[in-house]
C-alpha cells in the first residue's frame, strides 16, 4: 500500500493534509498534478515546472504515450522520467477515460477494450495485462488499474454493469500487477479506480470490491463528466468515506479551483485537470479575484501583474498589458506565460490549503476563497 | 557617432572584434541580434534570451509594433524595454523593409510611403519624421532610418531612383532625429541604410550621400533579396569599404551561419535574422556539424543532444529523440527547445569568431566551419 502520512485533520471538514513517498521523492498532500499527457505539460519546460511552478509530481497517459512515441522508444530512452528529463514522480493514467473520450470505435468485451487510434484510425485493444506493460516501460511511480469510465448520463443499469467490468478488471489488473516487475529499478504502486456513475450504492460497490482486491490507494473515476457540481461533491463526500484513511485519495480529473477546494473539504488528497493549461492557451488565467478574460481591451494599458497577489515568473516579470499583446499578436510567449502563471496559482491554491488545514482554520479560509476566486472579472 | 572600439583585426580579412555602449549596456562584436518582430523572440522568454542565449541586443519591428500594441500603449508602458521586460539595448528596423514585403498595397511618394496594414488593411502613411516619432515612442538603443527595400531583381533605372529617395529620405530623417528627443532619458543613435541593388555605382553612391549626413552608424540593406550569394558577398565586401572604419557595420537580415562567417570576413559586424527561430519552429536545427531536420525518423532513438558541441539548456536537458517527439506530437516545448537551441547557436558563433579574430586564425577557423556547418545531415 501507498501509506498517506497524515501531519494534520482538519476538524471542520474531512480536510486532510499529509505526505507520501516515491522512489523519485516525496509528495505533500493536498497537491494538484499538472497534465503532461504527451510526456510534456503544454508550453512548460521542465526545469520551470519543478523550479518555478514547483510541481512535486506530474501525469501522463498511457493511451497518448503508448500511440506516441510508443513502448519500444520509451523503453529504449529508459523510462518517461529520462525520456522527458523529469526526476519528481510521475503518475499515468490507464488509458481507460482516453478510449472513452478521444476514441472514434469503442468495442467493450470482457476482457479489455478494442479502440481505434484518434490520430490514425488503427486499431487496437487494450486489456489490464497490456495497459500494465505499458506502465512498465513508462516507469510511472503510480500506475492506474484500466477501467471503464462510463458516459453521462448513464441509466442505472449500464452503470452497474460498468462497475461489475471495472471490478472484474480490477483483479486482472492487481494479477498482472503482481505477475510483472519494474524496468528501472524504482518501485511503481498501482491505484485502483471507483467507477459507478452518479448511483450511490454503485459507487458504494465499486468501492469495496477494490478495497477487496488490496490496491496501493484508490481514485475516483468517472466524475466532472457533465454531472451538476452539487451532485458531484454529494458522490465525492459519500464515496470517500469507503476509502481508506491512511492512503492518498485521488479524484480523477478535477477541476476548476473551487472543485478543488470544496473536494479537499472532502477529504480528497490528489488532483489533475487540464483547465489550468488549456484555460491559459484560450487567455483565461486564473487569479485570487477571480478568472481574467487576457484579450479583453480593457488591459490593454493594465501595467499591473496578472495576479499583484502571486509570485510566479511571470507575474514578477511582466504587465497585464503585455500579456494582452503577446495574446492579440498569437505570440507564442503567451502561452508559456500564461501557462507558468496558471499552474503556479494551482500549486499555490493547494499549498495554501495545506497550510490552512495545519493553522486549523480551513473551512473559514476555503468558503473566503471560493467565493473570490469564483467570481468573472 | 555610434563609436566601434575595436579590440583585435584579422590580419588575412577585413574581420574585426570589437565593441560598443548603449545606455542599455556594451555589446561586443561582431553580434548576432534575436529577430523580436512584434516585443518577443517567438517562443523564448526574457530570460532564457539574456541568461541561456546570451543574447546582448535584440530587433525589433518598427512596423509592426506601430500596428500593434500602437504608440500610446508603448509610451504609457514607458517605451519598449519596459514592456516587454528587457534591459539590454534594443534596435528597430524603421518599417521600410516590412512595407516592401508584408503590405499589399504601397504607394511611393516624394515625402514618405503610403501602404495598407497586413492585420486588417488599413490605410497608413509613414514618413522618416513619422517613422522617427514611433522609434522615440518605442524608445530603441539604435533606430534605422525609413528607407526605400527595393525589389529584387530590379532593373538600374528603378534601383537609382530609389537610392535618390532613399538618399533625400535620410536628410530628412536626420533632421527629424535632430529636432526630437528621447522620451525615457537614454541615448538613441540613429543608423542610415545603404541601398543600391546589385549596382556598385549605386551602392557607392548611396553610400557617400548618407556618409555626407553623417549618421551614427550604416547599414547594408536590400540584399539576400534573392540574388546569389557570390553576389551579395561581391557587394557586401564592396560597400563596407565606404563605411566608416570606427563605426558598427550592419548587414540587416542575414542570414545562414554561413553567410555571417563570411560576412564578418568582409567587415560586417553586426546582423539580424529571423533564420534561427523560424527554422527551429519549422524543426530545422543548426549544429556545428550541419543541419538537422528533427521529424526525420531516424532521430526517434536517437538519444543524443542536438549538438553534443553545444551546451544551451536544451542540448544539456534533452534529446534528439525526445525532441522529435514534441515536434511529431505538435507540442509547443518543441518550439521553444529548438529556438532556444538555434539562437543559442548564432550566439557561439559569433562569439566563436570574436575568439578567432583576436587569436589571429580567424580565416582558416572560418573556411573550416563554412564546410562543417553548410553540410546537411
Known sequence: MLKLNIDSEDTNSKARAGWFET??????????MPVGTQGTVKAVNQKYLAEEIKAQIVLSNTYHLYLRPGKEILEAAGGLHRFMNWEKPILTDSGGYQVFSLSELRKLKSDGVEFSSHLDGS????????????????????????????????DYEYAKTSVE????????NKEAFEKSKPHYGHKQFQFGIIQGSIYKDLREKSAKDLLKIDFDSYAIGGLAVGEPMEQMYELVDFTTDFMPNQQPRYLMGVGKPENILESIALGIDMFDCVMPTRNARNSNIFTWNGTLSMRNAKYKNDFNPLDKNCNCYSCKNYSRAYLRHLFIAEEILALELASIHNLYFYLDL???ARKHIANGD?????????????FKN
Not at 522512489?23 to 494538484?32: A, L, M, S
Open 23 to 32: 522512489d523519485h521523492g516525496k509528495v505533500e498532500t493536498p497537491i494538484f
Open 123 to 154: 486499431k487496437h485493444f487494450f486489456t489490464p495485462e497490456k495497459v500494465i506493460g505499458i506502465q512498465r516501460s513508462i516507469g510511472s511511480d503510480i500506475m492506474m488499474a484500466l477501467d471503464e469510465c462510463a458516459p453521462f448520463p448513464c
Open 165 to 172: 467490468l471495472t471490478s472484474n478488471w480490477a483483479i486482472s
Open 350 to 352: 493547494v499549498n495554501q
Open 362 to 374: 480551513f473551512l473559514e479560509w476555503k468558503n473566503k476563497k471560493v467565493a473570490e476566486i469564483s
